[in-house]
Structure formats: structure tokens, C-alpha cells
């Protein structure tokens, strides 16, 4: 279930365009998706030019609706190097964006976004309000718990052991929040190379940094994180979800219950290896 959900309630009709375990990254839009646009009241956008096929996508519905973006409000984390990269069939894809999109794997960014999602119901259905808000407080009560879950869970791990690697680099926010330090592979300027990722580089920091869990994420391929965690001779502890919930049936169906799994995934492999 979505934080849309948790907020609207049986007052809305959701629509979501990129789905559980989807890629907002390369999602190609459907011809439904602009039908969808065109009826809706108010389209909830991350921003931070995650979705990089909506602006096309909203002008070519050529929708009315309120587009809400949801980490206005938000301290965003500059990106270094001016992006990211992913690995996708053994190639390097350079996700340029001056500022790191993935800002909801902190709970007080999503505090923000819940609070973005209120005033943009609140604006479109003044009847509902009342419904909106009281709906909003359950959830963001729980949200305060699932945060001092989370400080508590890494607090409890020695200082030493909080080093892990991932496939992309889309916990940047939750570093600066828990603090849990993630390592990833970089791409390479080679084209010609095998490997379009840096894994000696990686394997080097992995050494240094005494990194003590590897994991898998539920939106990228798993061949290059196998190949890294056999050069570094570390176990995959687990799948992350990172940019995408899971299907109803998964570990993460909702963003609760992604930023538990995730916390207790990272804890419980640091504490295993
Ligand atoms: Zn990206
Ligand atoms: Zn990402």
C-alpha cells in the first residue's frame, strides 16, 4: 500500500504508473497512462528527476489535474559526481540529475511527503479533509516509530560494522539519516571493457572500508553483485527494495514495510558476517 493510499483512503482512486518491482528509469508509458493523466485531479510526483518520462508524459495528456511534487520540501543531498549509475545487461547507464532523487529511504523525508500529499487532497477534495488529516496522523505516528526502529536497530551494531554494498547508489538519504555507510560500483569510460563497472575499484574500497554485508536489490539484475560478491568472498545477505515497492505477496508492499525490511536486512546481515 502506498502512502497515496494510507492518506486518501476509500476516497481516492489510485492509479500508479510504475508499479510493484517496476523501474521508473526505463519504464516506457502506455497509452493508458496518458488516459489516466488526462482524468485525474492530482498527479504525485517524486521529483528530483526520478521519473524522467513524465514531463513528456503530462504534457502530451495535456492534464489538469494538480501535479504535486513530493520532495519539494526536502533537504536534497547533492550528488557528487552529478549522478548515478546502474547497471542494466552488463551496461553502465549514468542517471544524470544534479541532486539525488532517492530521498523517501529517510522516514523524515517521507514525514514530508505525507504532508505534501495532505495539502494536494486537501486542495483537490475540500470535503475530504477532515478524513485526509486524521488519516495522515495514524500514519505519520507510525512513521515516528518506524524511525526509532531503524536508529535503534543500527545503534545496536559496533561502530565498525556499518559498511555494506549495494547495486546502485540510491541510499544516500539513509546513510545521512541512520548512518550506515554504502558502497557501489561506479561505471567505467571504457566501453570496450567486459564489465561496464569498476569492480576492482570496488573490491579495493569493500577491503579498505571493511565492508561486512552485499546485497541485492528487487530492481536491478543480480549478475553484477554476484560477480562482486564472489572477488570480495562476501555471501548476498539479501534483496533491498529501493526504488520500487514489492507485489502484495512480496517483502515489501508498503513503504513501511520496505524501510523495515530494508533496516532489519542491512542489521541482520551486518551482524551475521
Ligand atoms: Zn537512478
Ligand atoms: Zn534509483
Known amino acids: 500500500m502506498t502512502s497515496a493510499s494510507r492518506v486518501g483512503g476509500d476516497r481516492i482512486a489510485l492509479k500508479t504508473l510504475v508499479g510493484p518491482n517496476g523501474d521508473a528509469h526505463v519504464y516506457e508509458p502506455k497509452p493508458a497512462d496518458a488516459i489516466a493523466l488526462a482524468g ?18 503530462i504534457t502530451a495528456s495535456a492534464t489538469e489535474a494538480d ?12 550528488e557528487p559526481g552529478g549522478g548515478h549509475y546502474h547497471f542494466i545487461d552488463g551496461q553502465a547507464i ?3 540529475g544534479a541532486y539525488d532523487p532517492h530521498a523517501r529511504q529517510s522516514v523524515a523525508n517521507a514525514k514530508i511527503y505525507v504532508e505534501n500529499i495532505v495539502g494536494a487532497f486537501c486542495a483537490a477534495d475540500a470535503d475530504g479533509c477532515e478524513a485526509y ?22 545503534a545496536a551494531l559496533p561502530e565498525d560494522r556499518r559498511t555494506v554494498v549495494v547495486s546502485h547508489n540510491a ?4 546513510e545521512g539519516e541512520y548512518g550506515i555507510h554504502f558502497l557501489s560500483p561506479q561505471g567505467v569510460s571504457t566501453e570496450s ?18 565492508a561486512g554485508a552485499i546485497f541485492s536489490e528487487n530492481i536491478a539484475d543480480t549478475r553484477l553483485i554476484e560477480q562482486i560478491a564472489t572477488e570480495a568472498g562476501l555471501p548476498i545477505s539479501d534483496v533491498l527494495y529501493s526504488d520500487a515497492l514489492s507485489g502484495p505477496d512480496g517483502a ?21 558476517n
Open 40 to 57: 485525474a485531479d492530482v498527479v504525485l510526483t517524486n521529483g528530483l528527476e526520478l521519473e524522467g518520462f513524465l514531463d513528456r508524459l
Open 67 to 78: 501535479i504535486i511534487i513530493l520532495t519539494d520540501g526536502i533537504e536534497p543531498r547533492e
Open 94 to 96: 549514468f542517471h544524470a
Open 133 to 154: 488529516t486524521a488519516n495522515a496522523e495514524r500514519y505519520l505516528g507510525e512513521l515516528d516509530a518506524l524511525h526509532t526502529e531503524i536508529i535503534e536497530r543500527v
Open 171 to 174: 541510499f544516500g538519504y539513509f
Open 193 to 210: 571493457e567486459a564489465s561496464a563497472a569498476d569492480v576492482g575499484g570496488l573490491i579495493r574500497e569493500i577491503r579498505d572500508q571493511n
Open 252 to 272: 515489501a508492499p508498503s513503504y513501511i514495510a520496505m524501510m523495515h525490511h530494508n533496516a532489519q536486512a542491512i542489521t541482520t546481515g551486518l551482524a551475521a
